[in-house]
Nanobody, 119 residues
Framework: VQLQASGGGLAQAGESLRLSCGAS????????MNWYRQPPGGQRDLVAG???????NYAESVQGRFTISRDNAENTVYLQMNSLKPEDTAVYFC??????????????WGQGTLVTVSS
């Protein structure tokens, strides 16, 4: 399973950005889809997740500002980020928990996309 993320960039505080991450490959089935982020000098933490049935969960710091969604037909997960704050500055990584005949169930990671929010 290969993941390709896009949509990062530079925004001012209060603005919005939308991240996308598409999964490709052969013969795989995706369960959970997640977004993580890693700020400069910091650790990688979960931002938001969405299960196969659409149930979502969010980090407290983004609750009410970020929305995660998925398009199962396109194997794509989105992260709509509104009311951005400078502390949202980080590299954002998409992550999926997927099954493939060769590797069974495991987590896959995208390459990361940088989001920079200026004050």
């Amino acid at each position: 399973v290969q993941l390709q993320a896009s949509g990062g960039g530079l925004a001012q505080a209060g603005e919005s950005l939308r991240l996308s991450c598409g999964a490709s490959g052969r013969g795989f089935t995706i369960n959970a889809m997640n977004w993580y982020r890693q700020p400069p000098g910091g650790q990688r933490d979960l931002v938001a997740g969405i299960g196969s049935g659409g149930r979502t969960n969010y980090a407290e710091s983004v609750q009410g500002r970020f929305t995660i969604s998925r398009d199962n037909a396109e194997n794509t997960v989105y992260l709509q980020m509104n009311s951005l704050k400078p502390e949202d500055t980080a590299v954002y990584f998409c992550n999926v928990f997927a099954f493939s005949p060769s590797t069974r169930w495991r987590h896959y990671w995208g390459q990361g996309t940088l989001v920079t929010v200026s004050s």
